[in-house]
Each structure stands twice: as structure tokens, then as C-alpha cells.
């Protein structure tokens, strides 16, 4: 039962960033791509890649924090539903070049970013 409860805070607190981090973006930098929610995306991955690194080499560690901190903080964080969304509404509008740059863009540097990610953590 703790562990979902640590998933919860983990999860509002996710919650509260990405919608703070999306929208200080979207704000500062409007654009037909939606910077906002890739920017959050890219930085949970690289996040989780630094987690899953770090973590990889301490099985030890109680799993409990693992589910806080990649199932609650960001898996509330990153939003892939937020993704498709916007890509499907630039179709919509017939942005169909920027919404291929949306996708491949998004997919191609959130595997960077994880691998980077892992990487970073393996050093920790």
C-alpha cells in the first residue's frame, strides 16, 4: 500500500511540473510544433535513462523508490497521449510536414535521450 501512495505524490508532483514546464514553453515560444510537451517528453526520457542506469547497477535499492520516481514522477511527467494529440490536430489542419518532424523528431530524440541517459547513470 505505501507504494501506491509514493506513486501518487510521485504522480502529482509529475503533474505539477510538466504543466509548469509546458507552459512556461508554449508561452515564451509559440509555435505550430508544440514545443512545450516535446520538451517534456525529451527530458523524462533522458531523466528515466539516468534512473534506469543508475539504478541498473544497485538492485539492492527498495523498488518502492523505482515506482515513485519512473511509475509516479514520470509517468505523470511525459505524456504520450499529450503527443498524439497535438499530431493528430496538426493532420487536422493539414500541417503534415510538421507533423512528420513532430513524430520523427519526438521518437528519434527520446531514444537518444534515454540512451544518453543510461549512459549518464552507469557513471553515477
Given at each position: 500500500?505505501?507504494?501506491?501512495?509514493?506513486?501518487?505524490?510521485?504522480?502529482?508532483?509529475?503533474?505539477?511540473?510538466?504543466?509548469?514546464?509546458?507552459?512556461?514553453?508554449?508561452?515564451?515560444?509559440?509555435?505550430?510544433?508544440?514545443?512545450?510537451t516535446?520538451?517534456?517528453?525529451?527530458?523524462?526520457?533522458?531523466i528515466?535513462?539516468?534512473?534506469?542506469?543508475?539504478?541498473?547497477?544497485?538492485?539492492?535499492?527498495?523498488?518502492?523508490?523505482?515506482?515513485?520516481?519512473?511509475?509516479?514522477?514520470?509517468?505523470?511527467?511525459?505524456?504520450?497521449?499529450?503527443?498524439?494529440?497535438?499530431?493528430?490536430?496538426?493532420?487536422?489542419?493539414?500541417?503534415?510536414?510538421?507533423?512528420?518532424?513532430?513524430?520523427?523528431?519526438?521518437?528519434v530524440?527520446?531514444?537518444?535521450?534515454?540512451?544518453?541517459?543510461?549512459?549518464?547513470?552507469?557513471?553515477?
Amino acid at each position: 500500500m505505501r507504494s501506491l501512495w509514493l506513486v501518487a505524490v510521485g504522480g502529482a508532483l509529475g503533474a505539477v511540473a510538466r504543466a509548469m514546464m509546458s507552459t512556461a514553453i508554449h508561452s515564451r515560444w509559440p509555435s505550430t510544433l508544440p514545443w512545450g510537451t516535446i520538451a517534456v517528453n525529451l527530458v523524462g526520457c533522458l531523466i528515466l535513462g539516468l534512473l534506469s542506469g543508475a539504478l541498473e547497477s544497485r538492485p539492492h535499492l527498495n523498488p518502492t523508490w523505482r515506482a515513485f520516481g519512473a511509475v509516479g514522477v514520470l509517468g505523470a511527467f511525459t505524456t504520450f497521449s499529450t503527443f498524439e494529440n497535438e499530431t493528430l490536430a496538426m493532420l487536422h489542419r493539414g500541417e503534415f510536414p510538421a507533423a512528420l518532424v513532430n513524430i520523427a523528431f519526438s521518437v528519434v530524440a527520446g531514444l537518444a535521450a534515454v540512451w544518453v541517459g543510461q549512459f549518464g547513470g552507469r557513471l553515477l
